[in-house]
């Protein structure tokens, strides 16, 4: 990715939006699966922290006994993985993928062994979290879900301190990740992308594309008031974009 070299911490801006990158995983049709997802996030504000997933986006989430597991980076840095299974075409599961033997991470279900497994000591969970094999003693803590009967699931997350009201499949190349962040504007607004791994990082400015196959060249860009895609590539596995209107001085 590249990053801008002058600093950035004397200017005056605002931050309009924040996206987060995350990571999601399951086996489908015998075959795994990855992606990388990029997160449009902002603080809750609630108890919980709601996280919307579109199941469209997830071949999976599909089927029966379809399972893919999250793994999101809250606003304080901690890590949220969780498995969404879908037991039938209206019912859903959100579960913790932290085993309860030491603490190793679960991976999604898989119709063989018809199980979440804990490849560290072999436990194995069913659907809910239950444990039905291994060393592990107690279930994988739940999750409340809702499901509005169409293509989106929203899962509540105790501790998470953040709402993330979307999430979106991000494509790949063979050497990084082509990421698309889209924002609302306003008219004759100037706006940079700002990239942070880790959120007590100092943000750094980034180089962006205007169109999605085009050299990522640009530092800032004027707007017209209408919502503006910009594309920057990035190999992190983790961070933090933020979108910013630079106001002048004066």
Not at 142 to 163: A, C, N, Q, W
Request: with cysteine; charged share 20%; glycine share 8%.
């Amino acid at each position: 990715m590249s990053l801008l070299t002058s600093s950035l911490r004397t200017d005056r801006r605002t931050f309009i939006k924040h996206f987060a990158l995350s990571t999601a995983a399951s086996a489908w049709a015998g075959m795994p699966w990855t992606a990388r997802l990029l997160a449009d996030v902002g603080p809750s504000g609630e108890p919980l922290g709601r996280i919307v997933i579109k199941l469209s986006d997830y071949p999976a989430l599909a089927l029966q006994f379809g399972s893919v597991r999250f793994r999101f980076v809250g606003l304080d840095g901690g890590t949220f993985p969780f498995a969404l299974n879908r037991e039938d075409d209206d019912t859903f599961h959100a579960v913790d993928t932290r085993c309860t033997h030491q603490g190793c991470m679960v991976e999604a279900f898989d119709r063989v062994p018809f199980a979440m497994v804990c490849y560290c000591h072999y436990s194995e969970y069913n659907l809910r979290g239950e444990v039905q094999a291994g060393p592990a003693g107690n279930a994988l803590a739940r999750y409340h879900v809702e499901y509005d009967g169409v293509d989106k699931v929203t899962v509540f997350i105790p501790g998470l301190d953040m709402s993330i009201r979307s999430v979106t499949v991000q494509e790949r190349t063979a050497s990084s990740v082509r990421l698309q962040l889209v924002f609302p504007t306003i008219a004759y607004g100037r706006y940079r992308v700002l990239f942070r791994q880790n959120l007590e990082d100092d943000p750094v400015g980034v180089f962006f594309a205007s169109t999605p196959t085009g050299a990522a060249t640009l530092s800032e860009i004027e707007t017209d008031g209408l919502p503006r895609s910009v594309y920057v590539d990035c190999s992190f596995p983790k961070g933090f974009f933020s979108i910013a209107l630079i106001v002048e001085e004066g």
